[in-house]
C-alpha cells in the first residue's frame, strides 16, 4: 500500500503494541475463533481498546457480545463506544446510538465535524452538499478527523469494528487483526459471520438495531449517500449496493490510509486559501 510518510514527531503514530510476526501469530490463532473468543481476546491483550461503530448490525451485535463478556465479569460494560456523527445520519441511527448505549450502560464518546454541531452549520462552513462537490473532503470532514480527534483525546490505540468478508470488495481478505499505517489495530471479531447470522444473532438475543432494515436497508450511512441494496442481489456482496449508488467507492474514508487523506486535505485547503 502506498502511504504519504508522516515524519517522526507526527502525533498521529502510535507506538506498536506487537510487532508485525506477533501480529500475524495472533491472526493465525485468532482464525477460526467465535467472535466471542476474539473479543474476549480483544478486551485481555489490548491497550486503548474502542468500539468505531455506526451502529450497523454486526456493530450491535459485538456490541452485545460486549456486553455479556463484562456481565461474566461482574464489570461494567468494558469496551467504550465511539460514533462519529457525520450530521447526515437517519434520525434512526442517531436515536438507536443513544437507545444502544443506554441499554449496555456503555459510555459513548460522539464526535462531529471540527467547528460544527448541525447539519445547517456544516452547510454554512463548509458549503452545501459537500459530498457532491468535493466528496473526499466531506469523507476527510465527517469521519476522517473526527476519529484522528477522537483517537487522540481519548488515547485510543485499538479500534473494533463491524466489517466482514462476506461483504466483498475490499473487505473479502479481512483478517482477524489489521494494523494500519498509524499503528492503529482494527479487529474485525464477525469477519467470517454472513449477514444471516449476525440477523439470527441479533433476533436471537433480542439486540436493539436500526428499524430501517426492516424496510429493506442493509448498510446504513449518511441519508443522502444510503439506499436500500437491490432487491434482486440476493448474496452478501451486494449488502452495500445501496451505499454510494453509481459510485466506485465502497469505503468512507475510516478504512482507507489516513495520512493520504490528511495530506490531499492540506493541500486542497491551501490552494484554496491562496
Not at 106 to 114: D, E, F, N, R, S
Not at 177 to 200: A, M, S
Not at 227 to 256: F, I, M
Request: some cysteine; overall charge negative.
Amino acid at each position: 500500500m502506498s502511504a504519504a510518510t508522516p515524519t517522526d514527531t507526527d502525533s498521529d503514530v502510535l507506538t506498536p503494541q506487537y510487532t508485525s510476526k506477533q501480529i500475524e501469530k495472533f491472526n493465525v490463532e485468532l482464525e477460526n475463533k467465535s467472535p466471542q473468543e476474539i473479543l474476549t481476546w480483544a478486551v485481555d491483550n489490548l491497550d486503548g481498546l474502542y468500539q468505531t461503530t455506526a451502529f450497523g448490525l454486526t456493530g450491535t451485535a459485538a456490541l452485545d457480545m460486549i456486553s455479556k463478556i463484562s456481565l461474566d465479569r461482574e464489570e461494567t460494560h468494558l469496551v467504550p463506544l465511539i460514533f462519529m456523527d457525520t450530521l447526515h445520519h437517519f434520525s434512526e441511527t442517531v436515536q438507536l446510538a443513544e437507545t444502544a448505549s443506554d441499554t449496555y450502560l456503555a459510555p459513548l464518546h460522539t464526535y462531529t465535524p471540527p467547528g460544527v454541531s448541525t447539519a445547517d452549520e456544516f452547510a454554512a462552513k463548509y458549503g452545501d452538499k459537500l459530498w457532491e462537490t468535493d466528496e473526499s473532503t466531506y469523507d476527510y470532514l465527517v469521519k476522517v478527523e473526527p476519529a484522528a480527534r477522537a483517537y487522540k483525546e481519548l488515547g485510543v490505540k485499538a479500534v473494533i469494528t463491524g466489517r466482514r468478508k462476506s461483504q466483498g470488495a475490499d473487505r473479502a481478505a479481512l483478517k482477524v487483526l489489521e494494523v494500519d499505517e498509524r499503528g492503529l489495530i482494527k479487529v474485525n471479531p464477525l469477519g467470517n459471520w454472513t449477514f444471516k447470522q449476525v440477523k439470527e444473532y441479533v433476533d436471537k438475543e433480542g439486540v436493539p438495531y436500526n428499524p430501517l432494515l426492516d424496510q429493506g436497508y442493509r448498510s446504513i450511512g449518511d441519508v443522502h449517500s444510503t439506499a436500500p441494496p437491490d432487491p434482486n442481489a440476493a448474496n452478501d456482496a451486494s449488502e452495500r449496493s445501496g451505499r454510494w449508488q453509481g459510485k466506485s467507492k465502497t469505503e468512507c474514508g475510516l478504512h482507507t490510509n489516513y495520512f493520504e487523506m490528511k495530506k490531499k486535505f492540506e493541500e486542497k485547503t491551501k490552494a484554496q486559501e491562496q
